[in-house]
């Protein structure tokens, strides 16, 4: 009986690791994600690196990068533009173009779709989208994007006194 105690105890436990380590593997986008309501690895992943302030490498993953790393680089770099944290050269600007029109697909938190799950790189980027994760994605962008100038608010004050 004890036995079964622990094992029902213990079964949620092991079915958020093993969905975390499919997260990691395959690059899937989710903002609030399982039953501990946490963003993904690559959503984790691309916030260290925002609040760092690591612009280049945001910039790369662009390329590089798995479609979900691509699609949440898209979503970053419009928005830091947008705040003038940063300026997209060309090569940047025709790479953000290119994935507007891409029907590479992506993960999805089963939480976070409609779908069965994948959608593509266009349909998520595209303006008009009604898909949750699109919202979650800008929303999330535009409170780094505030963070990020908070952090040089309070830098440039330091530096003044």
Known sequence: MIKFIILYLLTPLFIVLHAEAQDFESGKV???CSFTGTSTFTVKNM???????????????????????KYLSVILC??????????????????IQRLYNSNRKIAICS??????????????LNKNS???????ARRWAN?????????????NGKDQN
Do not use: H, P
């Open 30 to 32: 989710g903002f609030s």
């Open 47 to 69: 916030t260290k690196l925002a609040l760092d302030s690591n612009y280049c490498e945001i910039r790369k993953k662009m390329i590089n990068g798995n479609t979900a790393e």
């Open 111 to 124: 939480g976070c779709s409609i779908t069965n799950g994948k959608l593509t790189i266009g349909e998520l």
């Open 78 to 95: 419009e928005a830091f533009q947008e705040s003038n944290l940063i300026i997209l050269n060309d090569e940047e600007i025709s790479t």
């Open 130 to 136: 009604k898909f949750s994760t699109t919202e979650n």
């Open 143 to 155: 409170t780094l994007v505030k963070r990020i100038e908070l952090q040089i608010k309070i830098l």
